[in-house]
């Protein structure tokens, strides 16, 4: 297992700062044996994460373990205690999660931390796929954990353990002689996971002991199959859009089944998690052909639009118009979405509660406005300029959207941020610079 577990190890972590999330037991105490018998080469700079959710009595001696063990190993250890006054009547694994992940993220910030590592196993695979299965859902739920993802801004989260059985994991901590703690909860059928791992797979691997495997293969199918839906899908519907929106006659030539993988597509790209009902109403307006213009409303501001010949996503109230602002230092502006923008010096900047930011070497003659887009407007870059209307129609933005769209643009026009969406590499200046100013959104 060793052996495997180093030839997999990836070369971008290596002497990189990482986070490990460890609860004491056995999975979580393998793997940081595993990080510790890396080779000086190959090994990432190790720092460990612990939460006592304060759920049993026995916590308390396996935060004091997990102090000595990090003390002995000389690794950096981020605790943090779960308050009981916290703990929800109803939830308690969601919300413990919730917490966990919070406190990850914010190490993760706080270090600089770009990689988080979890213990999760391939009998941990197993349970998420049938889990997933049971309760229903979109295809690509099916896909269970992934070896990679994203992790909020803060980085990725890896799982280098989903090749290896829980069985494995107990072997190696036995051979090595591993000290780790029994959650006795896991012991107890009270919840969906804990009764598909003491009842329902060990039989599937009475059936199959190749069962893991079978569902990794299985998984890896799926996970191509999807990810050439999603390949020509969006070939396709870049080749049926307009400067409108997308083009209706082309899409009813479609077959039913691929209108619905590509409307799926479509709320992918806008991040809107769609049900059945609203899926069946826009299919069924899109291919009405008595009825030329229309509207599905998705949520209380998102509409699917129908304007024959074109159809698009969008919101139904806009104000396009937004009287340009100057951006006065230490001054805020209220935005027509009721977000805040304003203008700082660097070392008076607070930028943790910023949804985004602009860093500026230096202020543009004439100082920086923020305004709505228009036309001819084009981003500055050290390659060129960009037609801004190009960029908002490549981010498939409705033409509503695209007519309310605030840019961040100095006194000639120069347009030094679309946003929420793309900023000019102009603004640093020099590369060396020292940043000056700091345009803060929330």
């Known amino acids: 297992m060793e052996k495997q577990f180093q030839k997999n190890w990836p070369s971008k972590l290596a002497r990189v700062p990482i986070l490990v999330a460890v609860s004491t037991g056995c999975d979580s105490m393998v793997l940081l044996d595993l990080l510790l018998q890396l080779p000086a080469q190959l090994r990432p700079k190790i720092q460990v994460v612990y939460i006592d959710h304060q759920l049993r009595a026995q916590s308390q001696v396996e935060g004091d373990f997990l102090r000595k063990y990090c003390q002995v190993h000389q690794l950096p250890l981020f605790e943090k205690a779960w308050p009981v006054a916290a703990h929800p009547q109803t939830g308690l694994e969601a919300a413990a999660r919730k917490f966990r992940y919070d406190f990850f993220a914010e190490v993760m910030m706080q270090t600089k931390t770009r990689y988080l590592l979890t213990a999760h196993h391939g009998d941990d695979q197993v349970e998420t796929i049938l889990m997933k299965l049971l309760r229903g859902g979109k295809l690509a739920q099916l896909l269970g954990m992934a070896t990679w993802r994203n992790f909020r801004k803060q980085g990725q989260i890896y799982r280098p353990l989903l090749a290896f059985s829980k069985a494995e994991l107990y072997a190696y901590a036995h051979q090595k002689g591993l000290t780790y703690f029994e959650d006795e909860t896991n012991a107890q059928d009270d919840y969906l996971r804990n009764r598909l791992r003491h009842q329902v797979v060990p039989a599937l691997k009475a059936e199959n002991p190749r069962l893991l495997g079978q569902v990794a293969s299985y998984r890896e199918q799926l996970s191509q199959t999807l990810t050439t839906v999603a390949y020509f899908g969006q070939r396709y519907l870049k080749d049926i859009q307009t400067e409108s929106g997308y083009d209706l006659n082309r899409w009813q030539n479609l077959p039913r089944p691929v209108q619905a993988q590509l409307w799926d597509l479509l709320l992918a790209q806008i991040k809107y998690d769609q049900n059945t009902k609203q899926t069946r109403q826009v299919l069924e307006l899109l291919n009405n052909p008595y009825r030329p213009n229309g509207e599905v409303q998705l949520s209380p501001k998102l509409y699917l639009f129908k304007r024959a010949p074109d159809f698009w996503i969008g919101e139904k109230s806009v104000t396009a118009s ?121």
């Open 322 to 442: 937004f009287t340009p602002q100057p951006l006065k230092l230490n001054q805020w502006q209220t935005l027509p979405d009721g977000r805040h923008i304003g203008l700082v010096r660097a070392e008076d900047a607070s930028i943790e509660a910023a949804s985004d930011y602009l860093e500026l070497t230096a202020l543009p003659k004439g100082g920086l406005y923020v305004r709505t887009r228009q036309a001819g407007d084009k981003l500055v870059t050290k390659a060129g300029h960009q037609k801004v209307k190009k960029i908002l129609i490549d981010q498939k933005l409705s033409p509503e959207a695209r007519a309310k769209q605030l840019l961040v643009t100095d006194r000639a026009q120069n347009v030094y941020w679309i946003l929420d969406l793309k900023k000019s590499d102009l603004s640093r200046g020099q590369t060396n610079a020292k940043i000056q100013y700091i345009v803060v959104l929330f």
